[in-house]
């Protein structure tokens, strides 16, 4: 359901309001962080008085590059109020070279906080176990889906994944290992359901259809589904929530990433036809659906661009970052006054072949 002006600019005023805080944090010498700092020094202006909105930084600022997660030490980033504090490190990508590399503290546990208003009680009962099956090791996930878990009183049960492994055998086009692995994992996890009382199930699209090919997730004593990948057309969603849930279980998918955070999905109502649409965690993350030709332009409603992402919290600054995927630019909706992003898949997958692997 759209919604009218006023919730849509009250929430644009709080953004502008986030933002001059964030400026504020990040390029102030008592509390920002090197790369900013100097940044700021190289470009011979100050964000602090520059930017006073959100569109002044869409103006003002170029996209952030992903290669300086990559190639710069950790340090540059943590901010002169943190120094001296232990963080985490968190990766992404790494498939092929370098992974881009996210230091934090606590940022993961406010955003997974925040999701948990998000989903059921009746689907996620407080208390009762939860099962991740998904990327462990440097990602950020496994620490989030654990807090989440325990952040609602409940225990988490872990299968590991490594999905780089996974694309690099499917892009050498050994599709048997590809395969034997993805059984491995499976296998594991059925253990887990077999042996163990779990009601909810963190997994991807694929993994989730892999386990529900191998037993009634309903009868096994799952209720909740909290599903994260990158493509899940109409076709696929319609296929999970009625042939793999078989109507019984909440499906909640999401769509986040190491540098974002968590995007809820709104429920699906009859005239969705099963397309899904993300609205990102605002003020504290914003998506932008921008023509891939003139990145300073939004598409209109209802038409396909690339997905930029802005991340302000004072763990970290990331503006204008091109996210390698596309969306349908969606409306604000009542929960959710700002802009929405539908039907999420690979940047340019129309046009090439895109390995997701076990995603």
């Known amino acids: ?37 100097d940044w700021a020094k190289q470009a011979g202006w100050d964000p602090r008085k520059g930017v ?3 569109a002044d930084l869409i103006q003002k600022f170029p996209h ?27 990766e992404t990508g790494g498939t092929t070279g370098m992974p881009k590399q996210r230091i934090g503290w606590d940022d993961y546990k406010v955003d997974y906080e925040e999701f948990s208003s998000k989903i059921s009680d009746e689907h996620f009962p407080p208390g009762a176990a939860w099962l991740m099956i998904g990327p462990t090791g440097p990602r950020r996930l496994r620490l989030a889906i654990e807090h989440l878990a325990n952040f609602r009183k409940s225990p988490c049960y872990f299968v590991d994944l490594d999905p780089r492994w996974v694309k690099k055998v499917i892009a050498d086009k050994k599709l048997e290992q590809a395969r034997a692995y993805m059984d491995h994992v499976v296998e594991q996890a059925l253990l887990i359901l077999k042996n163990r009382r779990v009601a909810g199930l963190f997994t991807t699209p694929k993994l989730l259809e892999a386990v529900g090919e191998k037993l009634n997730l309903f009868e096994a004593g799952i ?10 057309t109409p076709q696929y969603v319609r296929f999970i929530v009625e042939e793999v849930l078989e109507n019984r279980i909440g499906f909640y998918p ?15 109502r009859p005239e969705d036809n099963f397309s899904i649409t993300y609205y990102a965690p605002q003020p504290r993350a914003v998506l932008r659906v921008v023509n891939p030709a003139e990145t300073n332009q939004l598409v209109a409603y209802g038409s396909w661009g690339r997905v930029e992402l802005t991340t302000m919290t004072k763990e970290l600054f990331l503006p204008r970052f091109l996210e390698r995927d596309e969306a349908i630019r969606r409306s604000p909706c009542e929960r959710y006054p700002w802009d929405g992003v539908g039907d999420v898949r690979p940047f340019g997958a129309m046009e090439k072949t895109i390995v997701e692997g076990v995603y």
């Open 52 to 54: 006073k909105s959100f």
């Open 1 to 37: 359901m759209n919604i009218g002006p006023n919730a849509v600019q009250t929430a644009g005023a709080a953004l502008d309001a986030h933002l001059c805080e964030t400026l504020a944090w990040h390029f102030s010498p008592e509390t920002g962080c090197p790369f900013w700092l």
């Open 223 to 232: 209720r909740g589904v909290f599903c994260g990948g990158t493509t899940m």
């Open 254 to 268: 999401t769509y986040g990433n190491t540098l974002m955070g968590l995007a809820a999905s709104v429920p699906l």
């Open 64 to 90: 952030f590059q992903d290669e300086w997660l990559r190639d710069l030490q950790p340090e540059v980033w943590v901010p002169a109020k943190f120094k001296g504090r232990p963080y985490n490190v968190f």
